[in-house]
């Protein structure tokens, strides 16, 4: 199961083939043309041993440093650990898992089990085997409630005993067996059924991470993510291990020499936080070997010399959400709450209409971001719905939808059908150059329509406290924007489900539920009816508008044109949407 992630307000990391760029974007001429200046990996050239890498990571907000892929859930931590990060199976270009990873996957429909097995000599920086009950471990993590992951969701219940274990009733999960013993290198999960899916990456239904075991096992589910095993000594068995952490700032790396691969070619990899201002001067300076461009910044970097620019359209988005319920921890469900303010669809809809989405991003990004119009990424081929429209500029329309529900002025603002005044709390994201204005903006368009809007505290909110007010329903909040870096199978469950605790709208429907349920189904493994079913989610998605799409951008990365090995296609991101450290080095 690859994961979500949470996005900051500069930029993303997701496997996407920059092949698919020109038929993603419906409102920007430029596109196709802007991608094709780009390359989608550097020059293949031999590399030669030694050196080192140093990493820019753009961020405003010092790393939380949760190094486990069981806890974790923004993009930040998931950058930084990057190197020594490696998922249990690689994929090709399409998504879809092969042999040639750490693991292989076996399903058997008749059985309706899937059967995981390690490759021999896939070891933990410390030289120990990766083993069956490392895979069975990390299920555990996340399954268990006194660790409160967020990774927990409905679609894991898929495995025979895991709601019984979630829920405190069983000590173990009884659908994973250990065939060899716990030592052995074989899993076998026992489901209700298999879903099409599941050959694919990203599934939701499987994970696809490892924890140490024997690392971890005297630490209390509770402690786990506050442990010095997680924040100052994490262990993983990709190709480099952690040598030194300077809190919140900087990770080194070297190599992992018990890695199943052979010996990385670099000496050392370093991560390094920078602020988002500070970027486009760390690229023109030649600071960093590797810098992730923001893209209102770009026309001060484009003519830096030295540097290749590499890039992709990642699988990702950012949206507008209303806040229509709460997260039930007890129930392990969202409930929505009928009366909550913005439960209000033609309120909901207005606001969408008089979002001037793709103008104010070609002002101020170049044409770098722009406005999407579903849910569902261009890149998801046949099951984006190329017919979607979204919800485009129009005051009109916008005004309409609120006299036709009631919302009437009284002096300056709209007041709600009931009589009383209405203010609505915007939860914005800092962390970005053009994110004030850019919210300003929005407001300003709101305002015109009558709707008084107001950031939450009055100014937008760092990204740490920012998720925590999400993810712990904050009453302040009505509505807010955030964005996500999907998981590369297009199953929704994951995002929008009742059971998952991320979908933080907390809107839940059964309409929804039902067209979750069919896009997975049985009936699902025929693809004309899943792309069906994918084709009437987003039309309803957009109809209800708990969540809108906003843009997506160019994720372009500058790098040093001395390195060699660095690559956007899938097939070279099989480290959970990271680039192949094992590969990255200097050219000879």
Same mark, same amino acid.
């Given at each position: 199961?690859?994961?979500?992630?949470?996005?900051?307000?500069?930029?993303?990391?997701?496997?996407?083939?920059?092949?698919?760029?020109?038929?993603?974007?419906?409102?920007?001429?430029?596109?196709?043309?802007?991608?094709?200046?780009?390359?989608?990996?550097?020059?293949?050239?031999?590399?030669?041993?030694?050196?080192?890498?140093?990493?820019?990571?753009?961020?405003?907000?010092?790393?939380?440093?949760?190094?486990?892929?069981?806890?974790?859930?923004?993009?930040?931590?998931?950058?930084?650990?990057?190197?020594?990060?490696?998922?249990?199976?690689?994929?090709?270009?399409?998504?879809?898992?092969?042999?040639?990873?750490?693991?292989?996957?076996?399903?058997?429909?008749?059985?309706?089990?899937?059967?995981?097995?390690?490759?021999?000599?896939?070891?933990?920086?410390?030289?120990?085997?990766?083993?069956?009950?490392?895979?069975?471990?990390?299920?555990?993590?996340?399954?268990?409630?006194?660790?409160?992951?967020?990774?927990?969701?409905?679609?894991?219940?898929?495995?025979?005993?895991? &709601?019984? $274990? *979630?829920?405190? /009733?069983?000590?173990?999960?009884?659908? #994973? !067996?250990?065939? %060899?013993?716990?030592?052995?290198?074989?899993?076998?999960?026992?489901?209700?059924?298999?879903?099409?899916?599941?050959?694919?990456?990203?599934?939701?239904?499987?994970?696809?991470?490892? &924890?140490? $075991? *024997?690392?971890? /096992?005297?630490?209390?589910?509770?402690? #786990? !993510?506050?442990? %010095?095993?997680?924040?100052?000594?994490?262990?993983?068995?990709?190709?480099?291990?952690?040598?030194?952490?300077?809190?919140?700032?900087?990770?080194?790396?070297?190599?992992?020499?018990?890695?199943?691969?052979?010996?990385? /070619?670099?000496?050392?990899?370093?991560?390094?936080?920078?602020?988002?201002?500070?970027?486009?001067?760390?690229?023109?300076?030649?600071?960093?070997?590797?810098?992730?461009?923001?893209?209102?910044?770009?026309?001060?970097?484009?003519?830096?010399?030295?540097?290749?620019?590499?890039?992709?359209?990642?699988?990702?988005?950012?949206?507008?959400?209303?806040?229509?319920?709460?997260?039930?921890?007890?129930?392990?469900?969202?409930?929505?709450?009928?009366?909550?303010?913005?439960?209000?669809?033609?309120?909901?809809?207005?606001?969408?209409?008089?979002?001037?989405?793709?103008?104010?991003?070609?002002?101020?990004?170049?044409?770098?971001?722009?406005?999407?119009?579903?849910?569902?990424?261009?890149?998801?081929?046949?099951?984006?719905?190329?017919?979607?429209?979204?919800?485009?500029?129009?005051?009109?329309?916008?005004?309409?939808?609120?006299?036709?529900?009631?919302?009437?002025?009284?002096?300056?603002?709209?007041?709600?059908?009931?009589?009383?005044?209405?203010?609505?709390?915007?939860?914005?994201?800092?962390?970005?150059?053009?994110?004030?204005?850019?919210?300003?903006?929005?407001?300003?368009?709101?305002?015109?329509?009558?709707?008084?809007?107001?950031?939450?505290?009055?100014?937008?909110?760092?990204?740490?406290?920012?998720?925590?007010?999400?993810?712990?329903?904050?009453?302040?909040?009505?509505?807010?924007?955030?964005?996500?870096?999907?998981?590369?199978?297009?199953?929704?469950?994951?995002?929008?489900?009742?059971?998952?605790?991320?979908?933080?709208?907390?809107?839940?429907?059964?309409?929804?539920?039902?067209?979750?349920?069919?896009?997975?189904?049985?009936?699902?493994?025929?693809?004309?009816?899943?792309?069906?079913?994918?084709?009437?989610?987003?039309?309803?998605?957009?109809?209800?508008?708990?969540?809108?799409?906003?843009?997506?951008?160019?994720?372009?990365?500058?790098?040093?044109?001395?390195?060699?090995?660095?690559?956007?296609?899938?097939?070279?991101?099989?480290?959970?949407?990271?680039?192949?450290?094992?590969?990255?080095?200097?050219?000879?």
């Amino acid at each position: 199961m690859k994961k979500i992630k949470f996005l900051s307000s500069v930029g993303v990391v997701t496997a996407a083939a920059l092949t698919l760029v020109a038929c993603g974007k419906s409102n920007n001429s430029n596109d196709a043309k802007t991608a094709s200046r780009f390359p989608v990996e550097t020059p293949a050239k031999a590399v030669k041993q030694g050196g080192t890498i140093k990493v820019a990571e753009e961020t405003d907000t010092p790393f939380t440093g949760v190094f486990s892929e069981e806890l974790q859930m923004d993009q930040t931590d998931a950058d930084i650990y990057s190197p020594g990060q490696e998922g249990l199976f690689y994929v090709d270009n399409n998504y879809k898992i092969n042999d040639k990873g750490p693991a292989t996957l076996r399903l058997n429909h008749k059985t309706k089990t899937a059967t995981i097995t390690i490759k021999k000599g896939v070891k933990w920086s410390d030289g120990k085997q990766v083993t069956a009950k490392d895979i069975e471990y990390a299920y555990e993590i996340i399954a268990n409630k006194a660790t409160q992951s967020q990774r927990y969701t409905r679609q894991l219940n898929i495995i025979k005993g895991m &709601a019984a $274990y *979630h829920a405190g /009733k069983a000590k173990t999960i009884s659908g #994973i !067996e250990m065939p %060899d013993g716990e030592d052995g290198r074989t899993v076998v999960i026992h489901c209700a059924e298999l879903k099409p899916g599941m050959l694919y990456t990203g599934n939701g239904y499987l994970w696809e991470a490892a &924890a140490p $075991y *024997h690392y971890l /096992k005297n630490v209390p589910f509770k402690k #786990i !993510e506050s442990s %010095d095993q997680i924040r100052k000594n994490p262990m993983f068995f990709g190709p480099y291990k952690v040598q030194k952490i300077v809190r919140g700032q900087s990770v080194t790396w070297v190599p992992n020499k018990y890695y199943w691969r052979g010996k990385p /070619k670099l000496d050392r990899v370093i991560y390094q936080v920078v602020s988002t201002n500070s970027a486009s001067q760390a690229i023109k300076s030649h600071k960093f070997d590797i810098a992730r461009v923001v893209n209102n910044q770009w026309k001060q970097v484009k003519d830096t010399k030295g540097v290749n620019f590499i890039a992709k359209i990642p699988l990702s988005y950012y949206y507008l959400a209303f806040k229509v319920g709460k997260w039930d921890a007890k129930k392990a469900k969202n409930v929505m709450n009928p009366k909550a303010k913005m439960n209000n669809k033609s309120l909901r809809q207005a606001m969408a209409y008089a979002m001037n989405t793709d103008a104010v991003y070609k002002h101020y990004t170049d044409g770098l971001s722009f406005q999407v119009p579903t849910l569902i990424p261009a890149q998801f081929g046949d099951y984006f719905d190329k017919s979607a429209k979204g919800y485009t500029y129009n005051l009109k329309k916008a005004n309409q939808l609120l006299d036709q529900a009631n919302y009437k002025k009284k002096g300056k603002w709209r007041v709600q059908p009931n009589g009383k005044p209405l203010t609505i709390h915007l939860l914005a994201m800092s962390g970005n150059p053009i994110q004030e204005p850019v919210m300003q903006n929005y407001i300003q368009q709101w305002n015109k329509i009558g709707l008084n809007v107001k950031l939450v505290g009055g100014r937008l909110t760092e990204f740490n406290s920012f998720y925590d007010k999400i993810q712990h329903d904050d009453p302040s909040i009505d509505i807010f924007i955030a964005g996500w870096g999907l998981p590369d199978e297009p199953s929704q469950q994951q995002m929008y489900g009742e059971g998952t605790m991320s979908n933080y709208s907390r809107f839940v429907t059964p309409e929804n539920n039902k067209l979750l349920d069919e896009m997975d189904s049985q009936k699902a493994f025929n693809h004309k009816y899943r792309v069906q079913k994918f084709h009437e989610w987003q039309k309803y998605m957009n109809e209800e508008a708990y969540v809108v799409p906003t843009y997506n951008s160019y994720q372009i990365d500058a790098v040093n044109d001395k390195i060699t090995g660095f690559s956007d296609k899938p097939s070279d991101n099989y480290h959970y949407d990271h680039h192949d450290w094992f590969k990255i080095g200097y050219a000879k």
